[in-house]
């Protein structure tokens, strides 16, 4: 079946720093593949999407390129402020087999703190 | 445009009990899909119901149901509650772009419903 595997946290950069949060998939067939943010007491924001093979999503900063070849889609930004600090989620969705489907299988988290 | 709206935010139950929870989707979004996150099994999928029938179901116990009125509203229940099902239930509405894409569509959270077993 589907899986996501995302970097451990919690992850500590000082203001300024570059971020890279790894994530890598297994899935049968093209998935869409997704970043979500989670702030505390909040649900989860996507972030960014990519849909097909070397399509780069970006948003606020950060981006990630969807690797067929690596199966990858890790998150970077050059620059992480305080206001980053959150819990990011890597996720896919894979073609449905039947009628439509819209089923979101999720890595664990990773936890980011940006500090001054 | 108002976004997911889940009702209650919090509830507190006593094992045995049952609870439903209340989801209201963006308008014109007619998926809606259930998560559940916990601290040990992080977020994990329980269904997904669209124009009121259920297309996706997770791997959890029938304890777990749940529904889909005309109006896109949604509902979920457990039935004889534990201590384990304490977790953030979320909700999630998508527009369904065109016949089997909708996995490409970005998924609207609410801001979920804390359920606390005792």
């Known amino acids: 079946g589907d899986s996501v595997t995302q970097m451990e946290g919690p992850v500590t950069l000082s203001e300024e720093a570059f971020l890279t949060i790894n994530c890598t998939y297994t899935?049968?067939?093209?998935?869409?593949l997704f970043w979500y943010v989670q702030y505390p007491g909040e649900g989860l924001q996507l972030l960014l999407k990519a849909t097909k093979a070397d399509d780069k999503g970006s948003n606020k900063g950060f981006e990630a390129t969807y690797r067929k070849e690596t199966t990858s889609f890790h998150l970077e930004k050059g620059s992480v402020q305080v206001s980053d600090s959150a819990v990011y989620f890597c996720a896919l969705s894979s073609p449905p087999r039947g009628g439509g489907g819209n089923k979101l299988t999720f890595g664990t988290g990773t936890q980011l703190k940006v500090e001054l | 445009k108002a976004g997911v709206t889940q009702t209650p935010r919090y509830l507190i139950k006593t094992r045995g009990q049952q609870v439903t929870l209340s989801c209201s989707p963006i308008s014109g979004h007619r998926s809606v899909s259930w998560y559940q996150q916990t601290p040990g099994q992080g977020l994990q999928f329980l269904f997904e119901y669209f124009s009121e029938t259920q297309r996706n179901k997770g791997n959890f116990p029938g304890r777990f149901s749940g529904r889909q009125f005309s109006n896109s509203r949604s509902e979920m229940n457990v039935s004889t509650l534990e201590l384990g099902d304490s977790a953030l239930y979320l909700c999630?509405?998508?527009?369904?772009?065109?016949?089997?894409?909708?996995?490409?569509?970005?998924?609207?959270f609410g801001q979920g419903t804390r359920l606390t077993v005792v």
């Open positions: 999630a509405s998508s527009f369904q772009p065109g016949q089997g894409a909708g996995y490409k569509a970005e998924a609207f």
């Open positions: 899935a049968t067939g093209y998935p869409s």
